[in-house]
């Protein structure tokens, strides 16, 4: 299967020079996550929601340019499975498509979802429980937007679960954050909202879409279902009395699928800023070291990920650090906090390496 299969060609764009707002609307109205950024009908670069939940203050009379970014481009005859590393490795939703130099489409993360039974390898023998994050993040029905926000970037995700008393009651969607809280006729409420200045109490039961779950043992192409039909990136794992087990993200899925090029480990940072490039160098620093003292046990390939949430505690800076391991051997999570993110990080690695040994 190629890429130009799988593809949408029917683009939807925007000019370079529009305004955020127009960009916004355009994106809610046709219910999609990214544009392709045109400047003299030539393609620029991609603006994703993503991209904005990042910034602070966000005025809506800004232009595109500001906010678009440069993404790794593949051809229409391409086999998907590049597809498949490219969305990997760049961490983005989606990919623009060209054939020359002409773009012709853009392939999302929803597209390998939506041809999963194609793609996969066995996607009617995996069950979620093989590949869901056990340790959940959610937020209640009471929380504030400006909390729920945060979790969602921390987690690089599109939505999250609501819950209340424990079990699930909603999924709130990281456009209905960044379309709806707007405080003035000057800036997109957002960019208060991660700078505490928030002036209107919003919580996240009032934009929460209704819930929808799924079950340890259901397969991945179940679930992948639910997804497209939902237009989620993540699934909750609920059991008989609808409290969380786990999550399935689009993520979970794709590091499921063989690509044909495992050999070495892929490393994926989320959470953290631009500007936190000395944490950026202490993780693939660390994690460099951890690989090589724990290779000859677990082999040369498979996945780790760190999730990465800065806080305030008691008045000072405080992290949040969530990782997971995928190997053809195992699969493991661990997790922890503290004040110095280097020590934090240090007994997680060490924690890993400890019962990767004892096993």
Same mark, same amino acid.
């Given at each position: 299967m190629n %890429?130009?299969?799988?593809?949408?060609?029917?683009?939807?764009?925007?000019?370079?020079?529009?305004?955020?707002?127009e960009a916004l609307s355009k994106m809610r109205e046709n219910d999609i996550q990214q544009l392709p950024v045109m400047l003299d009908n030539k393609y620029v670069g991609m603006l994703t929601y993503k991209n904005i939940l990042r910034r602070g203050?966000?005025?809506?009379?800004?232009r595109v340019y500001n906010f678009s970014i440069i993404a790794p481009k593949i051809s229409q005859n391409s086999d998907v499975m590049e597809a498949v590393k490219l969305l990997m490795e760049s961490g983005l939703n989606s990919i623009p498509v060209f054939e020359k130099e002409k773009l012709v489409g853009i392939v999302t993360r929803m597209d390998i979802i939506r041809n999963i039974n194609e793609i996969h390898q066995a996607p009617e023998k995996t069950k979620n429980f093989e590949i869901m994050t056990a340790d959940v993040i959610s937020v209640d029905i009471n929380?504030?937007?400006?909390?729920?926000?945060?979790?969602?970037?921390?987690?690089?995700?599109?939505?999250?679960? %609501?819950?209340?008393?424990?079990?699930?009651a909603g999924i709130l969607r990281l456009k209905e954050i960044i379309n709806n809280i707007v405080m003035d006729k000057q800036k997109i409420s957002y960019g208060e909202f991660t700078s505490g200045k928030s002036k209107v109490e919003i919580v996240a039961s009032s934009l929460m879409d209704n819930p929808i779950s799924s079950t340890e043992d259901a397969t991945i192409s179940?679930?992948?279902?639910?997804? %497209?039909?939902?237009?989620?990136? %993540?699934?909750?794992?609920?059991?008989?009395?609808?409290?969380i087990t786990g999550i399935v993200g689009i993520t979970d899925i794709l590091n499921s699928i063989k690509t044909g090029s495992e050999e070495g480990f892929y490393i994926e940072i989320s959470g953290l800023e631009e500007q936190d490039r000395d944490l950026y160098d202490i993780t693939y620093f660390m994690a460099d070291k951890f690989l090589e003292n724990i290779s000859r046990i677990i082999g040369n390939n498979g996945k780790l990920m760190f999730y990465i949430r800065k806080y305030k505690a008691e008045g000072k800076g405080k992290y949040s650090i969530r990782t997971k391991l995928i190997t053809p051997k195992m699969h493991m999570e661990d997790d922890g906090s503290g004040y110095n993110y280097g020590k934090c990080l240090s007994s997680i690695l060490s924690n890993y390496e400890t019962r990767i040994k004892g096993k």
């Open positions: %890429v130009a299969e799988i593809m949408k060609k029917d683009l939807i764009t925007i000019d370079s020079n529009a305004k955020i707002s203050s966000i005025r809506t009379n800004s929380e504030e937007i400006e909390e729920s926000s945060q979790k969602i970037r921390t987690l690089d995700e599109y939505e999250i679960p %609501v819950t209340n008393k424990g079990k699930l179940e679930t992948a279902a639910l997804m %497209v039909k939902n237009h989620l990136h %993540v699934i909750p794992i609920t059991d008989n009395d609808s409290k």
